[in-house]
C-alpha cells in the first residue's frame, strides 16, 4: 500500500490550493479515503472523508464551506480543494486509508498560509 501527497506550498490569507493524494497497492475504489491534517505542536486531526463511491463525504466543523473532497477512482486518486485559507489551515495535510483494521499514511505534504 503506497499513498503519495502533492500540492502544498505556500499560499497567501485567502487563497486556494488542491492537494493530491494517489493510492496503490489496494482496490482504491472500495475504501473510504482521509484527510488529516497536524498543525506544529497539536494532535493530528480528520479533516475531510469520502466514501469508496465518492457519494458520502464528510468535514470537520473548522472546514465546511471552504473545503471540498472529492476522488477518481479511475487514476486512484483523492483531493482536497482547499479555498478561503487561513493562518490556522497551516499544518502537514496527510491522506490516510483503513485497510483489515490497519491503518495508511502517506508521508503528507506541508500547507502553509502567511502573508
Known amino acids: 500500500v503506497q499513498l503519495v501527497e502533492s500540492g502544498g506550498g505556500l499560499v497567501q490569507p485567502g487563497g486556494s490550493l488542491r492537494l493530491s493524494c494517489a493510492g496503490s497497492?489496494?482496490?482504491?475504489?472500495?475504501?473510504?479515503m482521509n484527510w488529516y491534517r497536524q498543525a506544529p505542536g497539536k494532535e493530528r486531526e480528520l479533516v475531510a472523508s469520502?466514501?469508496?463511491?465518492?457519494?458520502?463525504?464528510q468535514y470537520a466543523d473548522s472546514v465546511k464551506g471552504r473545503f471540498t473532497i472529492s476522488r477518481d477512482n479511475a487514476k486512484s486518486t483523492v483531493y482536497l480543494q482547499m479555498n478561503s485559507l487561513k493562518p490556522e489551515d497551516t499544518a502537514v495535510y496527510y491522506c490516510k486509508v483503513r485497510l483489515d483494521e490497519n491503518d495508511y499514511w502517506g508521508q503528507g505534504t506541508q500547507v502553509t498560509v502567511s502573508s
Open positions: 497497492g489496494f482496490t482504491f475504489r472500495r475504501y473510504v
Open positions: 469520502i466514501s469508496g463511491p465518492g457519494g458520502v463525504t
